[in-house]
């Protein structure tokens, strides 16, 4: 029984255009086919998907089916249905015509000749050239939008709605109250931004876009946005789609960017006061002041397994820092309602004085070393890991070779589809579990990173650790010149201040 394969395709922009609805082309499409004596049509399509990515649903069906051998007819409308890249065409074309089927366009005619092949190649061409005479005409219209005090598209930004009878926001003002009290307590109060998030979050005020819990990078950005002192900058990006569902984003030169009034929400003396404040908050942060903390970097939490990070108490100029999970300190954690690690803070002068003080007696007690090396993989081990997967890499080079000469074959008809596509289904088989080891070898090589020898750790304890009494940064390369981290907890219950904590130390050497 003769079947033909009915392939349509609109693009979301395209939906509207006269002669190219689904509906025109399939009516169209199916009268062919019954020109062509066609006992059975199947019908693959692809509704609002650009022809700009070979990568279409419905097309990889089709794709996938014609090897099989099912379709005497591949019916579509137009070329630039089947694809606008050139490339593509041909491609698609030549996948056809290997399953034994005739190519049939309904807008044009299309024959299996030299001559029909080449006209096809400039119709292709013609439409790579219409697609980028689209794309500038579109440019040139955003560009002429902006130039005229119009918004392009709606950012659905926090404050405002959009008003399509103008292309201009308009002020929201509940939800403009809301930016003003943030950059009140901002201005006025001098407040930083995780204060003013986690304000925002008790008050019960959902974020702008997703409904759920303000974030500080959140808070930063709107406060940081000219949008709201009233100047929206236009063309400040352009994206780039790098395929059917994704778009890559990139900053445009700053002589391109386009200035557009709206109705602002705050004076430009609040706006700049904020800029000033927000610097100035940052230049004071507890987090930014110099202190010495020996451990910083290497401190770990025994309960999660999570790093440790340092938080201050008390004044300004006079701050005790401790040793905290980060789950307790991380935005994420704190105003998103994850769970937090209940580990307890751990005085940083307390731990960096205990885990020195151990250095010091190792390296004058060289033999006390031992109980740190017994659960660390050998070097040997580490090389032969390394080994595993040079071998899988060179196992990996071959097949992807033999894939290639495979394809090559078939394309010259040299070995049936039956057996191509067999070979092939056990190359990438094969070439899955190799790639599924590798990633179990580089896991366990991470974990047996190189470690210094015995002897290595000894020499290097003695030496850097001979001089007992060290100044701290001489003190902070001793212990990085042979730790790698430090897996600690609190576990006493006193709290008052000055009581000596109890701290369960793990160290894990170089």
């Given at each position: 029984?003769?079947?033909?394969?009915?392939?349509?395709?609109?693009?979301?922009?395209?939906?509207?255009?006269?002669?190219?609805?689904?509906?025109?082309?399939?009516?169209?499409?199916?009268?062919?086919?019954?020109?062509?004596?066609?006992?059975?049509?199947?019908?693959?399509?692809?509704?609002?998907?650009?022809?700009?990515?070979?990568?279409?649903?419905?097309?990889?069906?089709?794709?996938?089916?014609?090897?099989?051998?099912?379709?005497?007819?591949v019916i579509v409308f137009d070329p630039d249905r089947l694809a606008r890249n050139l490339a593509h065409q041909l491609i698609i074309t030549e996948e056809i015509e290997r399953a034994g089927a005739e190519l049939v366009f309904v807008s044009v005619s299309f024959e299996q000749s030299a001559e029909g092949k080449l006209f096809y190649s400039i119709r292709g061409a013609i439409a790579d050239y219409e697609k980028e005479k689209i794309k500038e005409r579109s440019l040139r219209g955003k560009?002429?939008?902006?130039?005229?005090?119009?918004?392009?598209?709606?950012?659905?930004?926090f404050g405002y709605t959009f008003d399509r009878k103008v292309s201009n926001y308009a002020i929201n003002e509940p939800e403009a109250e809301i930016v003003r009290r943030m950059y009140d307590w901002l201005v006025t109060e001098k407040v930083g931004t995780a204060t003013i998030c986690k304000r925002l979050n008790e008050q019960g005020i959902p974020s702008p876009r997703l409904k759920k819990p303000w974030i500080v990078s959140a808070v930063y950005r709107l406060l940081t946005n000219p949008?709201?002192?009233?100047?929206?900058?236009?063309?400040?990006?352009?994206?780039?789609?790098?395929?059917?569902?994704?778009?890559?984003?990139?900053?445009?030169?700053?002589?391109?960017?386009?200035?557009?009034?709206?109705?602002?929400?705050?004076?430009?003396?609040?706006?700049?006061?904020?800029?000033?404040?927000?610097?100035?908050?940052?230049?004071?942060?507890?987090?930014?002041?110099?202190?010495?903390?020996?451990?910083?970097?290497?401190?770990?939490?025994?309960?999660?397994?999570?790093?440790?990070?340092?938080?201050?108490?008390?004044?300004?100029?006079?701050?005790?820092?401790?040793?905290?999970?980060?789950?307790?300190?991380?935005?994420?954690?704190?105003?998103?309602?994850?769970?937090?690690?209940?580990?307890?803070?751990?005085?940083?002068?307390?731990?960096?004085?205990?885990?020195?003080?151990?250095?010091?007696?190792?390296?004058?007690?060289?033999?006390?070393?031992?109980?740190?090396?017994?659960?660390?993989?050998?070097?040997?081990?580490?090389?032969?890991?390394?080994?595993?997967?040079?071998?899988?890499?060179?196992?990996?080079?071959?097949?992807?070779?033999?894939?290639?000469?495979?394809?090559?074959?078939?394309?010259?008809?040299?070995?049936?589809?039956?057996?191509?596509?067999?070979?092939?289904?056990?190359?990438?088989?094969?070439?899955?579990?190799?790639?599924?080891?590798?990633?179990?070898?580089?896991?366990?090589?991470?974990?047996?990173?190189?470690?210094?020898?015995?002897?290595?750790?000894?020499?290097?304890?003695?030496?850097?650790?001979?001089?007992?009494?060290?100044?701290?940064?001489?003190?902070?390369?001793?212990?990085?010149?042979?730790?790698?981290?430090?897996?600690?907890?609190?576990?006493?219950?006193?709290?008052?201040?000055?009581?000596?904590?109890?701290?369960?130390?793990?160290?894990?050497?170089?």
């Amino acid at each position: 029984m003769t079947k033909a394969a009915i392939y349509a395709r609109v693009s979301t922009a395209e939906q509207a255009e006269k002669g190219y609805s689904l509906d025109t082309q399939l009516e169209e499409c199916r009268r062919r086919a019954g020109e062509l004596g066609t006992k059975a049509a199947e019908e693959f399509v692809d509704d609002g998907y650009s022809g700009e990515f070979i990568d279409r649903p419905a097309l990889d069906k089709l794709r996938g089916r014609l090897a099989g051998h099912e379709f005497a007819y591949v019916i579509v409308f137009d070329p630039d249905r089947l694809a606008r890249n050139l490339a593509h065409q041909l491609i698609i074309t030549e996948e056809i015509e290997r399953a034994g089927a005739e190519l049939v366009f309904v807008s044009v005619s299309f024959e299996q000749s030299a001559e029909g092949k080449l006209f096809y190649s400039i119709r292709g061409a013609i439409a790579d050239y219409e697609k980028e005479k689209i794309k500038e005409r579109s440019l040139r219209g955003k560009r002429g939008k902006a130039a005229k005090g119009k918004i392009i598209a709606d950012a659905k930004p926090f404050g405002y709605t959009f008003d399509r009878k103008v292309s201009n926001y308009a002020i929201n003002e509940p939800e403009a109250e809301i930016v003003r009290r943030m950059y009140d307590w901002l201005v006025t109060e001098k407040v930083g931004t995780a204060t003013i998030c986690k304000r925002l979050n008790e008050q019960g005020i959902p974020s702008p876009r997703l409904k759920k819990p303000w974030i500080v990078s959140a808070v930063y950005r709107l406060l940081t946005n000219p949008l709201y002192k009233g100047t929206h900058v236009a063309m400040r990006y352009k994206y780039q789609k790098v395929g059917q569902n994704k778009r890559v984003r990139e900053l445009r030169p700053e002589a391109e960017w386009i200035e557009v009034p709206v109705p602002a929400i705050v004076d430009s003396a609040t706006w700049e006061a904020a800029l000033r404040q927000l610097k100035e908050n940052k230049s004071l942060s507890k987090r930014n002041l110099k202190h010495e903390q020996l451990l910083n970097g290497l401190v770990y939490c025994a309960r999660c397994g999570r790093k440790m990070t340092i938080a201050y108490a008390g004044k300004a100029t006079e701050p005790r820092s401790y040793y905290v999970c980060v789950s307790q300190r991380s935005n994420t954690y704190i105003y998103s309602g994850q769970e937090r690690c209940a580990a307890r803070r751990i005085p940083t002068e307390a731990l960096d004085k205990a885990v020195f003080d151990h250095l010091l007696q190792l390296s004058a007690n060289p033999k006390q070393i031992k109980q740190y090396l017994v659960a660390r993989p050998s070097q040997a081990g580490a090389q032969n890991l390394q080994t595993a997967l040079e071998r899988l890499a060179d196992n990996e080079t071959r097949l992807v070779k033999q894939r290639e000469m495979l394809l090559r074959w078939y394309r010259q008809q040299m070995v049936s589809d039956e057996d191509a596509e067999r070979q092939l289904a056990d190359i990438r088989t094969r070439l899955h579990d190799i790639e599924q080891n590798k990633k179990k070898i580089r896991a366990e090589l991470a974990a047996a990173s190189p470690f210094l020898s015995p002897s290595e750790l000894v020499a290097a304890l003695q030496q850097n650790f001979a001089a007992g009494d060290l100044p701290y940064e001489e003190k902070r390369a001793a212990v990085r010149a042979v730790l790698e981290k430090a897996v600690v907890e609190r576990r006493d219950s006193t709290k008052a201040r000055g009581s000596r904590p109890e701290i369960s130390i793990e160290l894990k050497f170089l």
